[in-house]
């Protein structure tokens, strides 16, 4: 592979690019820091200069894939007004792009072991990425009555978890086959998660 060339602005940068090529490819336990320095074109000296060890390093790679996250369902939820239910259904498909576009970082961010309040800057991205969706769930929320209605939490907690078990079971060649396309499978199990609340009438 060919060394990537840095300047001292951005070498922290080259450190995590090159991890993240070798997250996807091994996993995150499958590398040393000299090795995520051999990768990015830098010594094995210049990663202690910004990080104390590997789990530092992923929880990095971690923290700028969480706010890439948010920014993308944000962007999700904002194309898909003025209708909550759309906003809501564009959150869950901007997940499946997301895993797709950027594993290795997706890796980073719920595989690695790496705990959200590793730091305050990784807790503070994860729950942005977090909010996006529970404001989504907040506001289709809002069209059941009172007394039926779960907490935004609690919805939005399902439709992540929901979508995340697509993604891992079929949407990141994890060698499962998916018998629908993954994005026919998180759309149909939402529409029947939002019929039970009476979010959908039987017939939409």
Do not use: C
């Amino acid at each position: 592979m060919a060394k990537r060339g840095y300047h001292h602005g951005n070498l922290k940068q080259a450190l995590i690019e090159g991890a993240l090529v070798l997250i996807e490819a091994r996993g995150p336990t499958g590398f040393t820091l000299s090795e995520a320095a051999k990768t990015a074109g830098v010594t094995p000296a210049a990663v202690y200069r910004h990080f104390e060890g590997r789990e530092d390093l992923i929880a990095e790679a971690a923290r700028q894939g969480f706010e890439m996250f948010a920014d993308l369902m944000q962007f999700a939820y904002d194309k898909g007004q003025p209708s909550a239910l759309a906003a809501f259904e564009a959150t869950g498909r901007a997940y499946l792009a997301f895993a797709r576009k950027h594993p290795g970082h997706y890796i980073a961010m719920f595989e690695s072991g790496i705990s959200v309040n590793r730091t305050p800057a990784l807790a503070d991205a994860a729950a942005r990425a977090k909010a996006v969706l529970e404001k989504a769930a907040q506001e289709l929320s809002e069209h059941i009555p009172p007394e039926k209605r779960p907490p935004a939490s609690m919805v939005s907690a399902h439709i992540w978890a929901m979508s995340h078990g697509v993604v891992e079971l079929y949407a990141r060649n994890t060698g499962t086959a998916s018998p629908f396309p993954p994005e026919d499978l998180l759309e149909s199990g939402v529409g029947i998660y939002l019929r039970g609340l009476g979010l959908i009438s039987p017939d939409g």
